[in-house]
């Protein structure tokens, strides 16, 4: 049972997904941070100095904090964008380089298009 587990761990398959949690967590904090720093605040100059986190509707002894919740969401929606444009781009450059490797491989040699030809000409 413990082989099994062992080849399972090390499959490839397992620890991209390892590293890739780690980047994407990693990720999420810079895209929070651009959203916290840099993009809320604009926001709320376009606001008038208004924050979304402190926006609450009283009910009772209690408040409702939906400032808190449209936060939020703009969070998730620049987080999706951004994750969507990275990967994107990264697909972008696999793809790139998916074709230089096709083109070299086209490359025909002499031998194979002597081939080609008689067997052409076999066809006939």
């Not at 605040?41 to 409702?64: H, Q, R």
Request: hydrophobic share 50%; net charge negative.
């Amino acid at each position: 049972m413990w082989a099994e587990f062992k080849k399972f761990a090390i499959q490839g398959n397992v620890l991209d997904l390892a590293v890739a949690v780690v980047i994407g967590a990693a990720f999420g904090k810079i895209v929070t941070s651009l959203v916290d720093n840099i993009i809320m605040p604009l926001v709320g100059v376009l606001l008038g100095g208004k924050s979304f986190e402190k926006l609450t509707y009283p009910v009772g002894d209690t408040a409702i904090e939906y400032g808190v919740f449209i936060q939020s969401i703009v969070d998730f929606f620049i987080i999706a964008i951004s994750i969507f444009l990275f990967i994107k781009i990264l697909g972008g450059l696999k793809r790139k380089k998916e074709e230089e490797v096709v083109e070299e491989k086209t490359e025909v040699t002499p031998e194979v298009e002597l081939l080609a030809e008689i067997r052409d000409l076999l066809k006939k």
